[in-house]
């Protein structure tokens, strides 16, 4: 499973980002999808998560409502709509994939990984 994100960037606070993940495989439509951060110095956290159907997702309090993840089955692609940024959310951004249709919410949940996208908002 190759799993690749695109997107990322410089934006100042308050703009916004649209991250993109193309997954391959033949089963993407059982694969649940999640997007996690890493700040420097700090440890991968999660951001957001949808289930292999997308009719479930999970979002870390510190961007409910500002961020939206979505999949689409059938161009194997999930993408992490950011509104509203705030420096705090500068960090690099990774895609996630397992085989498996619940929703993961720890890095540990995912076998397979992007190389990761730079997002930073300035202030």
């Known amino acids: 499973v190759q799993v690749v994100e695109s997107g990322g960037g410089l934006v100042q606070a308050g703009g916004s980002l649209r991250l993109s993940c193309a997954a391959s495989?033949?089963?993407?439509?059982?694969?649940?999808m999640g997007w996690f951060r890493q700040a420097p110095g700090k440890e991968r956290e999660f951001v957001a998560a949808?289930?292999?159907?997308?009719?479930?997702?999970y979002y870390a309090a510190s961007v409910q409502g500002r961020f939206t993840i979505s999949r689409d089955n059938a161009k194997n692609t999930v993408t992490l709509q950011m509104n509203n940024l705030k420096p705090e959310d500068t960090a690099v951004y990774y895609c996630?994939?397992?085989?498996?249709?619940?929703?993961?919410?720890?890095?540990?949940?995912?076998?397979?990984w992007g190389q990761g996208t730079q997002v930073t908002v300035s202030s």
């Open positions: 996630a994939a397992d085989v498996d249709g619940g929703l993961g919410l720890s890095p540990s949940a995912y076998d397979y």
């Open positions: 949808t289930t292999w159907t997308g009719s479930r997702t």
């Open positions: 495989g033949r089963t993407f439509t059982r694969y649940r």
